[in-house]
């Protein structure tokens, strides 16, 4: 039993990570209906960005890599360059798709996504860099003492990390006036433009905060496995999540999230040694279709009746 | 009491002979998650005739028409269709047994010509499998050539056969109505349902539109059922007219009883009680 | 002047429902079919059979299939490359396993595996739409490689699945030189081609565009969705079967499940999108376009930069190239090349006057 709790835990907090990737996607699609392929591929970008950044610094400052004030250093810069990333993709892509329908943005994305991850390797190279954090992946001792349970330290770091970043962004845009403003754009374009909010703005700032989501999914899971291509594929991690909890629900976002983490590493335990394993790649997908199946409108997802 | 049923074999002042009842709705009531659309609605339409449905926005009109062709199910109630019982009726079955239907909103294939999009009205009437069709020469084109022959027919008769190989995007609104209708006759229905085929047209895009109507029920006698807004093309086409307000029927008859009925006053003009 | 309409009139609705209505395009897909057939493999040298045309054929066809899907019935699929793994892997098993299996018939029935493997996973699209079909498209992708890959009997025993395809041999002829080989892929190819044709232009293909473009008012015409969604998904996956059996017969020889990975599929819905969606010569010149455009990069940059190359920056390059060019189509023109030709066409119906 205390190993079934020990893979449910691991699941479950890897969980919160797929779960920070997808709330990327939740935010730019609830603001301008854009379903943003590119999401894994910003959070390679970020981090690879930063991992740069951290490693020019000490040559124009003269400062220790290892310095605080140069990994916050390294952060702004990093977090700046996803700022202008992202405005630039809604100015230059998505601006001029306005008004085609969703699935040409999507696909626009998809082109983005090749863009972005050309453009990363070609200015820091494709090298494998590590990312020190300051916690170490090790297990955490008395849990381990009282329960004989496998906890990772960094994984509860990182949850923790990303906890704090999910709630408090729900509260960003539940209690603040952008979020008000966000919202309304979400519901309906020309409305929220008929009063008043400013669609650009409110667009500029949301592929920002999605930046800056993606620059911190891009740190904790470039610090786990190294800041390496891979990272791009958090965007399929994050997937399924999305089916499962809906591409407009922060909440469906975090649910869905623990569950695809949870019963992704339960069904590599327990189902992957009877077909052989390495079905974690598929696994999630076919647990969200399923679902999907017999509630189409997915977790938090309004019943859909066709007006004709 | 208001005189419902107009007789069987009534004749009408075109000369068009009234048949029996071929759609009766009994008791219908329709309600999504609580919200009543409709309530206890009962009424029938005959054979050969042009009957209205009449009501301010929001009664239950298009409701009503999604109900006859089976896109929606009410949860209570009975409709009869030539004498047939039939509680849940898929859009399909109901083109299966001839009827036909246009949208409020032009519902037309956007990426099709005009010649595409009236030869899908056919569909139900195309035999032919997936492989005959990729092979092509034989029966499918065989097949084609006569359903095309068919939808000629339906060009010439709308007047539209200028614009036969233009996408349905790029027409002006009043002629992808007219397209619409056209696809809806291309199946060569025996209930044509229309659902406000005069909105947002000028006088003289009406004036066409009605002429088609009338000449589609006294040509081909379909029977049809009209939701327009224009009372003065209601009162001057229809042989009776059934009024909903809020979901409920509150006024059947003949364009003169509709328009002496209180309550049908009440719901347009407003009254104090 | 020579490219007119004028004075070719319909008498007959026969005439008028041609693939190719204009005297002038019938003349000219004769002379292209008589130049790829005939002076094609005089001519050709063995780089460019086998790097390039074979592989532009069976990426068309590919393309094709996944046009069909997206392009005509309005359903996006993000696992292209995993029916092509079926089909592969599928003829690879039928000419394994039975005595005297016909290469063409192994070829056909590898094609329906996928066409049955397509239906299975097309079934989630009678309740989902948009993204979340495109997400759950996915699932095919990574659990048919991974299937391929886990189940060694597919690739009989083989080491990490990789299967080298058998000697292809039709009614006791065998076709082992580069040309022979794209002789055979090019005549599959063009009669492939041409059923497509024939789906779209019949009530099939109609069938699909009206679901694609509206499917309520589909269903009130009577047309099924779930048919129309599903025998599209049928048709379409057979298309990329076939491809993938050809991928493994007359292109590459050995294969691999892997090989059949999400890129791929990216780089056939790359083709559509840049020849052009709903489009069969579309479906032809974006598959030329994806195939040339790297060597053209790579033998660009090689003569900028001689052998002083600095190491990845080709393969970045032609990631930035491919991404940019994706959303300039989609910006500049939706209907991609497809539609720049069909402009070229209408200027020159013009010319030489300018109105």
Redesign the interface.
């Given at each position: 039993m205390g190993f079934f709790f020990e893979v449910l835990i691991g699941g479950l907090l890897s969980g919160v990570l797929y779960a920070l990737v997808a709330l990327g996607f939740v935010l730019i699609y609830k603001a301008s209906g854009v379903f943003n392929f590119a999401q894994g591929a910003m959070v390679f970008f970020a981090a690879l960005t930063f991992v740069g950044f951290k490693e020019l610094l000490p040559g124009w400052t003269g400062l220790e890599e290892s310095s605080v004030v140069v990994f916050w250093l390294a952060f702004a810069l990093a977090l700046a360059s996803m700022v202008v990333l992202g405005i630039l993709t809604e100015k230059v892509v998505l601006r001029p798709l306005v008004n085609q329908p969703h699935i040409t943005l999507f696909m626009a994305t998809i082109g983005l996504t090749f863009l972005v991850e050309g453009i990363a390797q070609a200015i820091w190279g494709a090298n494998v860099r590590g990312l020190d954090l300051g916690i170490t992946d090790e297990p955490i001792e008395w849990i381990l003492d009282s329960a004989d349970m496998i906890v990772s330290k960094f994984d509860v770091f990182a949850a923790a990390l990303a906890g704090i970043l999910v709630a408090s962004l729900a509260l960003f845009f539940q209690y603040t006036k952008v979020g008000r403003a966000l919202r309304a754009v979400a519901d309906d374009h020309q409305a929220a433009l008929s009063i008043g909010i400013p669609l650009q703005h409110i667009w500029a700032i949301v592929w920002a905060v999605a930046g800056f989501v993606a620059l911190v999914a891009g740190l904790i899971w470039g610090a786990r496995s190294g800041v390496q291509f891979a990272l791009t594929f958090t965007a399929l991690k994050a997937l399924p999540v999305l089916i499962l909890g809906g591409f407009t629900s922060v909440p469906g976002a975090i649910v869905g999230g623990l569950i695809i983490g949870a019963s992704e590493k339960l069904a590599e335990v327990y189902i992957g040694p009877m077909v052989g394993g390495g079905i974690e790649g598929w696994f999630p997908y076919m647990l969200a279709l399923f679902f999907l199946l017999v509630r189409p409108e997915g977790l938090f997802g309004e019943k859909h009746i066709d007006r004709v | 009491m208001m005189m419902n049923d107009m007789a069987q074999g009534a004749e009408t002042s075109s000369g068009r002979r009234i048949g029996e009842v071929i759609l009766d709705l009994q008791n219908i009531s329709l309600s999504?998650?609580g919200v009543n659309a409709l309530t206890d609605i009962s009424f029938n339409v005959r054979e050969h005739e042009i009957r209205s449905i009449i009501g301010p926005n929001g009664a239950g009109k298009?409701s009503m028409l999604?109900v006859m062709?089976g896109?929606y199910h009410p949860q209570k109630g009975k409709i009869l269709f030539r004498g047939e019982p039939r509680q849940k009726m898929?859009?399909?079955t109901?083109?299966?047994q001839g009827i036909?239907?246009t949208?409020?909103?032009i519902?037309?294939?956007?990426?099709?010509s005009v010649l595409?999009n009236i030869?899908?009205?056919?569909?139900?009437k195309?035999k032919?499998n997936?492989l005959q069709?990729?092979?092509?020469w034989g029966k499918?084109?065989k097949?084609?050539?006569e359903h095309?022959?068919k939808v000629?027919e339906v060009i010439d008769f709308l007047e539209i056969q200028s614009i036969r190989k233009t996408p349905v995007g790029r027409l002006p609104y009043g002629l992808q109505k007219r397209v619409e209708l056209g696809?809806?006759l291309a199946?060569e229905p025996s209930l044509l349902l229309l659902d406000e085929p005069m909105a947002g047209m000028n006088v003289e895009e009406k004036q066409d539109m009605c002429r088609f109507i009338l000449d589609v029920n006294d040509q081909f006698g379909t029977t049809i059922v009209l939701i327009e807004h224009d009372m003065g093309v209601v009162m001057d086409i229809s042989d009776r007219v059934v009024v909903l307000d809020y979901g409920k029927k509150i006024g059947d008859g003949t364009p003169d009883e509709v328009k002496n009925n209180e309550d049908v006053i009440a719901a347009y003009l407003g009254t104090s009680h | 002047m020579l490219y007119r309409e004028a004075g070719q009139f319909k008498a007959t609705y026969q005439e008028d429902q041609q693939i190719f209505p204009i005297r002038q395009d019938r003349v000219g897909m004769a002379v292209i079919l008589a130049f790829f057939f005939a002076a094609v493999p005089l001519i050709a040298s063995e780089y460019w059979l086998q790097a390039i045309l074979i592989p532009v054929l069976i990426f068309s066809l590919a393309a094709i299939g996944l046009n069909i899907l997206t392009g005509y019935a309005g359903q996006l699929s993000l696992g292209s490359a995993a029916f092509m793994a079926v089909g592969a892997f599928g003829a690879y098993n039928f000419m394994l396993r039975i005595d005297g299996m016909p290469f063409l018939l192994a070829v056909v029935l590898g094609g329906l595996c996928a066409a049955v493997v397509g239906v299975a996973f097309g079934l989630p699209s009678l309740r989902i739409k948009g993204f979340y079909l495109a997400v759950a498209t996915l699932a095919a992708q990574f659990f048919i490689v991974w299937a391929l890959v886990k189940f060694s009997w597919f690739s009989n025993y083989s080491s990490s699945g990789v299967i080298s395809a058998q000697e292809v041999n039709i009614l006791g002829f065998a076709f082992d030189t580069p040309i022979l080989k794209y002789l055979l892929t090019l005549a599959i190819v063009a009669v492939l081609a041409l059923l497509a044709k024939n789906l779209v232009r019949s009530a099939t293909g109609r069938r699909w565009m009206a679901v694609r473009d509206m499917d309520v008012a589909a269903e009130v015409i009577g047309i099924r969705p779930m048919r129309a969604k599903l025998s599209a998904f049928a048709v379409s996956s057979f298309y990329c079967g076939v491809a993938g059996a050809l991928y493994a017969y007359t292109y590459l020889g050995t294969v691999e499940p892997e090989g059949f990975n999400l890129d791929l599929s990216f780089k056939i819905l790359f083709m559509i999108i840049i020849g052009g969606v709903g489009s069969m010569l579309g479906s032809f010149l974006g598959a030329a376009f994806i195939v040339l455009l790297p060597i053209f990069l790579n033998v660009s940059m090689h003569t900028m930069f001689g052998d002083s190359l600095p190491a990845g920056l080709g393969s970045n390059l032609e990631l930035i190239v491919f991404g940019g060019l994706i959303i300039f189509f989609l910006i500049v023109e939706p209907h991609g090349l497809a539609r720049l030709w069909a402009l070229a066409k209408d200027k020159l119906r013009l010319w030489p006057f300018p109105h």
């Open positions: - | 999504f998650g298009s999604n062709n896109v898929d859009p399909h109901a083109a299966a036909a239907r949208f409020q909103n519902a037309l294939f956007k990426g099709m595409d030869m899908t009205g056919r569909n139900m195309m032919c997936l069709h990729a092979i092509f499918a084109q097949e084609e050539i095309r022959v000629e696809r809806a199946a | -």
